[in-house]
């Protein structure tokens, strides 16, 4: 069968090549593959899958900590935090380093218009590796520092994810007919093997010394410097490069998957209740009356990240340009809203704990701080927002990040009222309208 479908593609390329060899754009797209009958939606799809990929990924982290709670095995949870730090600080550590591995990826897409077979197997090498990442972080989560394979397995991915990287700007550099007309590849190679000589220096320190563990990527901190001294004499500055529209709906539509999953997540819970329940009987009524605490953290989560996502929509509604900055602060915004599942289980199993509300309204005050970055940023820099948008006023997202700062020390000093804190929410209008009298 292999080899059938290899001679069938053999003839069909002998045939394109006696069509006209003189109508090829250039020697180098010649071997790359590229094709005037490749269409843009051809690589919309191929960029929009990919960033679907990594959206499942990165919110997928959160189902560890989402498992450790419904093991039931902590007493409270301090002691639950405490027997599992390895499983948290592997998702915030993993979270940073596929979100960075995805803001890589962007920018060397943009400004391609076009994708060859050679881009698009490079694409599914770093694919794989990240979907491949959160199973190593759960894994280094549960051994620690003790065994060191497993750390050379999370920075082996790091590496290799990196060099698919690196092999895609190779194929954008080497045939210019995959980029837009006037665009230049945006991100350096010396970046890029500068990474991956750091990851690789971090994978022999963590191999050799197993107790470092996840420290040796604080290594990664010397790659800026390391560039800079590369690049110090040389004439001219960091080039200025061109961001395009499709750059931004690209944040968007990524944003857009990070929260579709998370709320969906919010489920899974829920799911995990239908054999106890058909084994157990009772139907519905049964289901509500021993874990109404999970519907009701369900519902309320899932109207939390609801009423959240309406504001970041607004926001960048009002967007029409973005930079590194505004990407690290949607990031940012998406590890709060990842993270939202946790604090659920967390509040379903200890409805009634100081620190379980401190958490659950503590994450709700980090999704609104990062709202308020983002606007903040937006505010200061009007050439990134559309033309025609106006002035963007902080008010309306600094008086319910101010509420929520409000409800989460009152929550900590009167713990007895619990959630209904959140109620405080409900003076906005009248703030608002206080505050517009002035």
């Known amino acids: 069968m292999i080899r059938f479908m290899g001679l069938t593609s053999l003839a069909a390329a002998r045939s394109e090549a006696g069509q006209g060899r003189a109508a090829r754009p250039s020697s180098v797209g ?21 960033d679907a990929v990594v959206a499942i990924a990165i919110t997928f982290l959160v189902l560890p900590l989402v498992d450790v709670v419904e093991e039931g095995r902590a007493a409270d949870l301090g002691s639950l935090l405490t027997g599992h730090y390895g499983t948290l600080s592997a998702f915030f550590i993993t979270f940073a380093v596929i979100g960075r591995l995805w803001a890589v990826h962007h920018s060397v897409f943009e400004g391609v218009a076009r994708y060859s077979p ?9 694919l794989a590796a990240v979907v ?27 590496i290799a994810a990196s060099a698919a990287t690196l092999a895609m700007q190779l194929i954008v550099r080497r045939d210019p007919d995959l980029l837009a007309p006037g665009a230049e590849p945006r991100r350096s190679l010396s970046r890029s093997l500068i990474v991956i000589s750091v990851l690789l220096a971090a994978l022999v320190l963590a191999v050799a010394v197993p107790a470092v563990n996840m420290f040796a990527l604080l290594l990664l901190l010397l790659s800026g410097p390391i560039e800079r001294l590369v690049h110090r004499g040389r004439p001219g500055g960091r080039a200025a ?37 058909a084994r157990e009987g009772g139907g519905v009524p049964a289901l509500l009356a021993e874990h109404l605490d999970s519907v009701l953290a369900f519902a309320l989560s899932f109207a939390v990240i609801a009423v959240f996502w309406i504001p970041h929509h607004r926001v960048f509604e009002i967007a029409g340009d973005y930079d590194g900055a505004l990407v690290w602060l949607d990031l940012l915004w998406l590890a709060a809203l990842a993270f939202f599942p946790f604090s659920t289980s967390a509040l379903a199993l ?51 990040f101010a509420l929520l700062l409000v409800a989460l020390a009152l929550a900590l000093l009167v713990p007895s009222v619990g959630l209904w804190w959140l109620l405080l929410l409900l003076l906005q209008r009248p703030v608002r309208a206080l505050l517009a009298r002035r």
Do not use: C, K
């Open 132 to 158: 491949l990442l959160p199973f190593a972080a759960n894994l280094i989560s549960n051994v620690l520092d003790t065994d060191g394979s497993v750390i050379a397995l999370y920075i082996g991915t790091m």
């Open 241 to 277: 490069h061109r961001r395009t529209e499709r750059g931004l709906d690209r944040l968007v539509n990524f944003s857009d998957a990070t929260a579709a999953i998370a709320i969906t997540v919010l489920v899974l819970p829920l799911v995990q209740l239908a054999p106890e329940v």
């Open 118 to 126: 050679a881009l698009v197997v490079a694409n599914f090498v770093w």
């Open 350 to 400: 200890f409805p009634d704990s100081r620190a379980t509300i401190g958490l659950y309204i503590g994450t709700m005050a980090a999704m609104s701080g990062a709202l308020v970055l983002i606007e903040l940023r937006l505010s200061r820099h009007p050439e990134l927002r559309r033309p025609g948008a106006g002035p963007l006023p902080l008010a309306p997202a600094l008086l319910p």
């Open 30 to 50: 010649a071997m790359t593959g590229t094709s005037d009958a490749r269409t843009e939606r051809g690589l919309d799809r191929l960029v929009n899958f990919s």
